[in-house]
């Protein structure tokens, strides 16, 4: 009975068995090595495609600066202040001239551009006028991306701080 069962030695020619395992071992590492290597790659291109250029920017830094929304315009003008201060008001001009979107807070943040250092929020006050006001500073001179997200629209403004 046991005449018909062979025990495989290391001097024996390896069965098909062992090759194909072999062989789909090999498959594997290298597939997984190559998805790795998309994945990091498309990570890296994403993650500087974020936070780069004025992909993203409708306006230039020409001071102040406009933004065609819904039911009108948005006039942004930042401007810088003592050292690495900067001052923001934002003004929205209606296509009727009513003052109703005056009510509407802008959310304004800002980030350093090609830096991954986060948002930072620039609260915003509202004057008897119907601007609205901010201020803050920048960390470190650079380029500076600010966004402002109006009654659900984002607009954003590039800035060369000092």
Known sequence: MLR???????SEPKSWL???????????????????LIAVGISIYLGFLNNQGSLGSNASAAMPAAFDLTGGRLVI?????DGSAFGITAKFESDDDSNDATLIQPNVSMTMIGHNMGRTLVPMLRRSDGTWTGSGSFPMSGRWRFQIV?????????????
């Open 4 to 10: 018909n069962f062979t025990i495989w030695s290391a």
């Open 77 to 81: 003008d930042l401007t810088d202040a």
């Open 18 to 36: 062992f090759k194909a395992m072999q062989s789909n071992r090999f498959v594997l590492t290298v597939g997984s090595i190559a998805l790795l």
């Open 150 to 162: 109006f009654d659900g629209e984002v607009v954003q403004l590039d800035h060369s701080a000092p």
